[in-house]
């Protein structure tokens, strides 16, 4: 765990450092013609009331018009290409692993919500939105995972309430025997997914009590359909790995966590977030280690919980 960490912080210093200075030195540029054009917009009103005439005025607010547009267009190219450039560079090192390969990546694309559901980890949505869609292998299990924002309205108040904001993961589970499923919740979040506990409930889906590290079954409730030995499906390793990712994200006081589920030959993983990662800022620097490599973290865990599934099959 050591080396990866060194590893990857070289890498960080040698190719992804000199892309956020480069994205750092736009950002400082916009600002410098955001300044420029308040100046600008000031020198105007003062031709304005000096000259009083309404030609000159119309054409002066129309050429400053046409420059507020263009760097308003810039603010947004700078935004959308921020998160692409980082994230490629992310996947470039991490497709260096023998375990891990990358088939493509798409800004702009995401997980369709028929499969989001099929997960039986979440019920409803009246507002789903996904970006930053990530193909690929872990060895020879394929998968695919993206960003949602999945919201619905609310029973008793008018707006929208979160079901679910963070990555979302689907793989293929390569046990084209296994009939039935499991279910994994945060026990913190029961009162929340009521909903899916009984759904899984009318599906045979019963509490598996006693079949798992005491630790785990601590903080998660699990599920599984009678047709299922949950140890068969679950290995300690990957227990282990998800208690280990929640120790280190409880130590920062973050609000994170892991939901799960194997239905038939797909392996489902949601992993919330409690904020926005790798989203560049106009007002601030955006040259943060810390937010990269939390972004890393986060895709290799659920990598490597892939990973401990394909080494069980």
Not at 75 to 102: A, G, H, W
Not at 199 to 212: D, I, P, Q, T, W
Request: neutral net charge; aromatic residues 14%.
């Amino acid at each position: 765990m050591l080396s990866a960490y060194h590893d990857f912080r070289l890498f960080y210093n040698q190719t992804i450092y000199p892309e956020l200075l480069n994205l750092e030195r736009r950002r400082l540029r916009l600002l410098r013609l955001l300044g420029a054009s308040g100046l600008l917009m000031l020198l105007v009103v003062v031709v304005q009331v000096y000259l009083a005439i309404f030609l000159v005025t119309l054409l002066l607010f129309l050429l400053v018009g046409c420059w507020i547009a263009y760097l308003a267009f810039q603010i947004q190219v700078y935004f959308k290409e921020f998160k692409p450039r980082v994230v490629t560079l992310l996947l470039d090192f991490i497709d260096n692993d023998v375990n891990y390969s990358f088939k493509g990546y798409d800004a702009k694309g995401f997980i369709a919500p028929e499969q989001f559901f099929e997960s039986r980890i979440f019920t409803v949505a009246d507002e789903y939105l996904g970006e930053d869609l990530i193909c690929g292998r872990v060895r020879e299990t394929p998968f695919e995972l993206c960003e949602l924002s999945v919201r619905e309205f609310s029973a008793v108040r008018s707006r929208l309430d979160r079901v679910f904001k963070g990555v979302f993961l689907v793989a293929d589970y390569q046990r084209w025997d296994l009939h039935g499923g499991v279910l994994v919740l945060p026990d913190v979040y029961r009162k929340y997914l009521s909903r899916s506990e009984r759904a899984f409930h009318l599906e045979g889906g019963r509490r598996v009590r006693n079949n798992m590290l005491p630790e785990f079954e601590a903080v998660f409730d699990t599920y599984a359909t009678p047709e299922v030995r949950v140890s068969e499906v679950i290995s300690t390793d990957m227990q282990r790995n998800v208690l280990r990712f929640r120790s280190r994200f409880q130590a920062a006081n973050r609000v994170k966590e892991m939901y799960f589920s194997i239905i038939g030959d797909k392996i489902y993983i949601a992993l919330s977030q409690d904020r926005n990662l790798l989203e560049p800022a106009l007002w601030r620097a955006n040259v943060r280690y810390e937010v990269v490599r939390e972004f890393y973290e986060d895709l290799k865990l659920l990598l490597d919980m892939v990973l401990d599934v394909d080494a069980m099959n």
